[in-house]
């Protein structure tokens, strides 16, 4: 992690100072922050990747916001996007959150519906959270630690719910109990969570995790009432603990929100209920959506790379229009799978023709150029990432835009000298993919290798598309365009979901088969380690084998590119979301 210089840090305590009155501080375990001086000014570019832009603590009016496409689910235990998973902390509660702060202190991890961070016992196999007292849901039904073990269960039942990530399937010690859907009236029988009181959950592990914090961080911990459960239905309207519930949800065209009256401020030091409503329009065009932010008519767009394409040119070479945008370098990586369930890839040598053949400074371009997309991406590990050791494999420092001969000798080694024909899918919302995916069908066919483009819709697209390996083995879905961004800011959160075999199932998975029983011993060994330094060494090596089984096409380091109307406050740039802090913001 880099350490800032004086001056800033001096100018993220001063916002943190503003930002604390306005967002009610940062819970348990935060420090408090003092000290004058103005918060970053509304029009300056980059303001508000380490300061907070338009502070306020006015209440009323509506935050308009407007999102491409659609969410994954707005089902806490069904959600994997980190735009989902930002968005939720409006109506939802997990055991612990990042800190709603700018700067490298939003890192922090501290106690959310729990009173604090989570106490490990029996060498880091089991740890106990105490709730908050006076927690409500949204009908003003107490909520107790049966309400999370609940939340936690039913998210283990990937058939029903098969968007959110596996790490409780993985790690808790589940037995043979797969869920309340299949396993009705067990769940006070199964062992692997217990709930000795109404205000206690004790979690236990198959092995060793130091930090189970993280996982406790995951929307999957919010409460959820079994009465009110309706499986696959409950995205319709997920019962809240947070400032905001559903007053309306429109599958695929609208979401409203208003004030949750059973939130207690008291109860919740992380949330402020500044808008009196919250409105997304989904399933609009990215380039429409993209004017209407720019000329005011939505307060956000609700995804975790920016503006577009189109809008970016505009953002970047308007000074009036740049003087409300940030560029930030975040903890993520666009990049394509290769799927080794379809022939020829099941070859390696296949595998390292795609590799060697790319165009990466084609799809550089797609995301936005060096300014506002990102940097070329010589492994698959950001930069940002602790442990990050920089290495170059396919010599792409060198020859960004592919080295056509290296490809041709792969080619020739997999019997394959005349190239081959596969499919390369991507996500229709989303321009840069179909640009990447256009780009790679160029530089790939200097070498003979013909791809077919297939869009799939974002919402589904790894429950029923991609993400699903019966139907991409069906479909030839031999390249896979992908991204993406840590879960949480270490090894474990970047790599665990998208590179280790035995997290792949049936269907919803963003592992798109890197299967390499190397990586996992490693993954194992990185998860053992309780030392910070010797874990990272051990994320590099993971870097190294992943780009050596060559599974994985990296090509861009993610940055950013978002822009805040002038009437937006409380603004700033999440470190961990890696985009616009939700939570914090209104138009008051």
């Given amino acids: 992690m880099k350490i800032r210089s004086t001056a800033s840090a001096v100018a993220v305590t001063a916002a943190l100072a503003l930002l604390a009155s306005a967002c009610g501080g940062g819970g348990g375990g935060s420090k408090s922050s003092t000290g004058g001086g103005d918060a970053a000014p509304a029009s300056q570019y980059n303001a508000a990747v380490t300061q907070v832009v338009n502070p306020s603590t006015k209440t009323g009016g509506t935050l308009r916001m407007g999102m491409p496409g659609d969410f994954d689910s707005v089902d806490p235990g069904d959600m994997y996007y980190g735009y989902a998973w930002n968005f939720a902390r409006f109506y939802t509660r997990a055991l612990t959150m990042f800190k709603p702060v700018p700067g490298e202190e939003g890192l922090q991890l501290v106690g959310d519906l729990a009173e604090d961070l989570g106490k490990p016992s029996d060498g880091g196999k089991t740890w106990t959270y105490k709730l908050r007292e006076g927690v409500k849901f949204e009908d003003g039904t ?104 559903f007053k309306a949800h429109e599958l695929t065209k609208r979401i409203e929100l208003v004030k949750n009256p059973n939130w207690d401020a008291a109860t919740d030091p992380n949330r402020k209920q500044l808008n009196d409503s919250i409105e997304v329009l989904l399933g609009q065009n990215e380039d429409d959506l993209d004017q209407r932010l720019l000329s005011g008519k939505i307060d956000v767009k609700v995804n975790s790379t920016g503006v577009a394409a189109n809008a970016r040119k505009t953002v970047l070479t308007d000074d009036k229009v740049k003087q409300y945008a940030d560029s930030a370098l975040i903890d993520r990586t666009w990049f394509t799978n290769i799927n080794g369930d379809v022939k020829p890839f099941d070859n390696i040598h296949c595998r390292k023709a795609v590799l060697y053949a790319a165009d990466r400074s084609a799809i550089q371009g797609a995301y936005g150029g060096p300014d506002a997309g990102g940097d070329v991406a010589l492994s698959l590990m950001p930069p940002k990432m602790t442990g990050y050791q920089k290495i170059d494999p396919y010599g792409v420092e060198a020859n960004p835009a592919g080295d056509v001969a290296k490809a041709k000798e792969e080619l020739a080694a997999c019997g394959q000298p005349n190239g081959f024909s596969t499919t390369i899918s991507f996500r229709n919302e989303r321009a840069a993919e179909k640009q990447t995916a256009e780009a790679l069908q160029q530089s790939l066919g200097r070498v003979g290798i013909k791809l077919d483009l297939k869009g799939y819709p974002q919402g589904d697209y790894f429950k029923l598309y991609a993400g699903k390996p019966d139907f991409a083995k069906k479909n030839g879905l031999g390249l896979m365009v992908y991204g993406w961004g840590a879960d949480y800011p270490e090894g474990f959160g970047f790599f665990q979901q998208i590179v280790d075999s035995r997290v792949i199932r049936p269907a919803g998975n963003t592992n798109l088969g890197v299967k390499d029983p190397k990586i996992d011993e490693l993954i194992d060994q990185a998860a053992a380690e309780t030392d910070a330094t010797k874990r990272g060494a051990i994320w590099a090596q993971v870097d190294k084998q992943v780009m050596d089984s060559a599974f994985i096409l990296p090509y861009v380091w993610a940055h950013g590119l978002f822009y805040r109307p002038p009437t937006l406050k409380n603004v700033f740039v999440s470190q961990n979301w890696g985009m616009y802090e939700f939570l914090t913001l209104s138009t008051q």
Avoid: C
């Fill in 142 to 245: 107490p909520v107790t630690s049966k309400d999370v073990k609940y939340a936690v269960a039913r998210s283990l039942d990937k058939d029903i719910l098969p968007s959110g990530p596996t790490y409780f399937n993985d790690w808790l010690d589940t037995g043979d109990y797969t869920g309340p859907y299949k396993m009705k009236g067990k769940l006070d029988d199964w062992k692997g969570i217990e709930t000795p009181d109404d205000r206690t959950i004790v979690f236990h592990l198959k092995k060793a995790y130091g930090g189970f914090d993280y996982f406790a961080m995951l929307p999957q911990t919010a409460p959820v009432p079994e009465a009110k459960d309706t499986g696959s239905k409950y995205k319709e309207h997920p019962v809240s603990t947070g400032p905001y519930m």
